[in-house]
């Protein structure tokens, strides 16, 4: 009797596995290749492959991916690869502050107050036009306050939507 509901509750597995990874973006784009070009672009960054990474990243940034968004953001800031340029890395760091970790919000600080206040409320309608193309909405994200484990600080996490 083990072995058949062990049997059932492993092919349940499967079969949920494997409809997991064939699940979809509203774009019909498959979950595998979205998260692929994701993963490939941070990992491409990590290895200091720049020119692969900015590929990916601003591939992984246009479909809404948050960590796209603010490595990529980081790129045009720091010079990795490519000539610095504050206003898109501005532009791409607004649209990921969607999301909120405290990392990123201390970065965002940082970066902030290193930047005259003309330039950036020079910036705010290029950031609007930003966020309704690239933005957790127009991208079909689900945006949700989570405490990462043993901790009660709530960040917000947003995360692909996949039918």
């Given at each position: 009797?083990?072995?058949?509901?062990?049997?059932?509750?492993?092919?349940?597995?499967?079969?949920?596995?494997?409809?997991?990874?064939?699940?979809?973006?509203?774009?019909?784009?498959?979950?595998?290749?979205?998260?692929?070009?994701?993963?490939?672009?941070?990992?491409?960054?990590?290895?200091?492959?720049?020119?692969?990474?900015?590929?990916?990243?601003?591939?992984?940034?246009?479909?809404?991916?948050?960590?796209?968004?603010?490595?990529?953001?980081?790129?045009?800031?720091?010079?990795?690869?490519?000539?610095?340029?504050?206003?898109e890395?501005?532009?791409?760091?607004?649209?990921?502050?969607?999301?909120?970790?405290?990392?990123?919000?201390?970065?965002?600080?940082?970066?902030?107050?290193?930047?005259?206040?003309d330039?950036?409320?020079?910036?705010?309608?290029?950031?609007?036009?930003?966020?309704?193309?690239?933005?957790?909405?127009?991208?079909?994200?689900?945006?949700?306050?989570?405490?990462?484990?043993?901790?009660?600080?709530?960040?917000?996490?947003?995360?692909?939507?996949?039918?």
């Open positions: 009797m083990k072995a058949i509901v062990f049997a059932l509750l492993f092919t349940g597995t499967l079969i949920s596995t494997a409809a997991d990874a064939q699940s979809r973006t509203k774009d019909h784009m498959w979950k595998t290749e979205y998260l692929s070009i994701v993963e490939s672009g941070l990992f491409a960054l990590k290895a200091e492959n720049y020119e692969e990474a900015y590929t990916k990243l601003l591939e992984g940034a246009k479909l809404g991916n948050k960590s796209s968004q603010y490595y990529l953001a980081q790129m045009y800031f720091q010079g990795w690869g490519i000539e610095p340029n504050y206003e890395g501005w532009l791409w760091l607004k649209v990921a502050m969607e999301q909120k970790t405290a990392e990123w919000n201390r970065s965002f600080r940082s970066i902030r107050d290193a930047l005259p206040e330039f950036r409320t020079a910036m705010e309608p290029f950031v609007d036009e930003h966020i309704a193309l690239y933005g957790a909405k127009a991208q079909d994200l689900r945006c949700e306050k989570r405490a990462a484990i043993g901790s009660n600080i709530k960040e917000i996490i947003c995360s692909k939507r996949f039918y």
